[in-house]
């Protein structure tokens, strides 16, 4: 069975889709962590942070967000 141009579109978009969103991700974890070096938290609390980013994305980044010093 060969596969026309739409085909490889959509067999390699969910790949795609599911890699840009774990770059993102990781970005936005390791942000988290020197955000929180950065406010002066100790490296302990920054690696709970940057574990529960990793795990945990949307509620963790909206959590981060809340608790943080500003």
């Known amino acids: ?8 579109f959509f067999a390699f978009f969910p790949i795609l889709l599911f890699l840009l969103v774990n770059v993102v991700n990781i970005f936005i974890s390791i942000w988290a962590y020197r955000d929180s070096r950065k406010r002066g938290n100790s490296k302990e609390f920054s ?3 940057l574990v529960a980013l990793l795990f945990f994305p949307i509620i963790g980044l909206i959590v981060y967000l809340v608790i943080r010093k500003d």
């Open 47 to 49: 690696l709970i942070v």
């Open 1 to 8: 069975m060969e596969m026309g141009g739409g085909g490889v």
